[in-house]
């Protein structure tokens, strides 16, 4: 199996996220995630929905 992203080998990697029609390596996931964060914490309206899902979290947890 291979990443999507960038076509390294599951061997190349130390984590490799398989669905059902892509993967994604733990290296592009963390490149992917600074991205995103980013993106949200640019807007305050999305900071304020990932601090009720992280009260939602905290409660469910």
Request: charged share 25%; net charge negative; aromatic share 8%.
């Amino acid at each position: 199996m291979i990443c999507s992203f960038c076509k390294k080998h599951q061997n190349e990697v130390a984590v490799l996220v398989v669905g059902p029609d892509v993967s994604i390596c733990d290296e592009c996931l963390f490149i992917c995630f600074d991205v995103v964060k980013e993106h949200f914490y640019s807007t305050e309206k999305v900071v304020k929905a990932h601090e009720n899902t992280i009260k939602l979290m905290e409660i469910g947890g």
